[in-house]
């Protein structure tokens, strides 16, 4: 079965960085797009970023371009979101999540790994 | 400020129908190829996947729960409501022009 289990999630400082990983197996990870989307405590789900199945092309909101960056690794079946000078706005639970061929994210997502920036 | 746009809160009585409206625009909704999903979160679980390509369910989503798309709007029906929907529901799709995903800012079901 599917299954999207992220890590790498804990405190930091204002300005620090932190790199999340998402474990995929139970499908052909190489042949499908991933998707981050972050949850603000109490508040709704904000999309964070996309990626092609190759990694050809990466998309991201205004919110967190030049400072956030999803890559892939397809060798190892994982995923990931390089954070940089991260905000206490960044605050969240980050979920990954597959693609299912629509540019949205699918069935899919992860239980997510909470990011808090605090100093 | 969510470029898809829902209301806060809708509710409805055991047994009964309720709709939830999401409105977009030509650059997102709008667009044909831009498919709409609906998604379901009970709390601190991760969302759920209702609806995908406007009105398809995922194996396993009773039908119950429909979704339609016209113009710039989408709209997510669910029947029969029982005290197990009431959970937060959100839209989502791609917007072209900010070649970037986007969600609705999410409607609270409460099931009176």
């Known amino acids: 079965q599917v299954q999207l289990v992220e890590s790498g999630g804990g405190v930091v400082q204002p300005g620090g960085s932190l790199r999340l990983s998402c474990a995929a197996s139970?499908?052909?990870?190489?042949?499908?797009?991933m998707h981050w989307v972050r949850q603000a405590p109490g508040k709704g789900l904000d999309w964070v970023a996309f990626?092609?199945?190759?990694?050809?092309?990466?998309y991201y909101p205004d919110s967190v371009k030049g400072r956030f960056t999803i890559s892939r690794d397809n060798s190892k079946n994982t995923l990931y979101l390089q954070m940089n000078s991260l905000r206490a706005e960044d605050t969240a639970v980050y979920y990954c999540?597959?693609?299912?061929?629509?540019?949205?994210?699918?069935?899919?997502w992860g239980r997510g790994t909470l990011v808090t920036v605090s100093s | 400020q969510s470029v898809l746009t829902q209301p806060p809160s809708v509710s409805a009585a055991p047994g009964q129908k309720v709709t939830i409206s999401c409105s977009g625009s030509?650059?997102?909704?709008?667009?044909?190829?831009?498919?709409v999903s609906w998604y379901q979160q009970l709390p601190g679980t991760a969302p759920k996947l209702l609806i995908y390509?406007?009105?398809k369910r995922p194996s396993g989503i009773p039908d119950r729960f429909s979704g339609s798309k016209s113009g710039t709007s989408a709209t997510l029906g669910i029947t029969g409501l029982q005290t197990g929907d009431e959970a937060d529901y959100y839209c989502?799709?791609?917007?072209?022009?900010?070649?970037?995903?986007?969600f609705g800012g999410g409607t609270k079901l409460t099931v009176l």
């Open positions: 999540a597959k693609d299912d061929l629509n540019w949205t994210p699918g069935q899919y």
């Open positions: 139970g499908f052909s990870f190489s042949s499908y797009g």
């Open positions: 990626i092609r199945f190759d990694g050809s092309n990466q």
């Open positions: 030509s650059s997102n909704i709008g667009i044909g190829n831009n498919y």
């Open positions: 390509d406007n009105n």
């Open positions: 989502g799709t791609w917007d072209s022009s900010l070649s970037a995903g986007v």
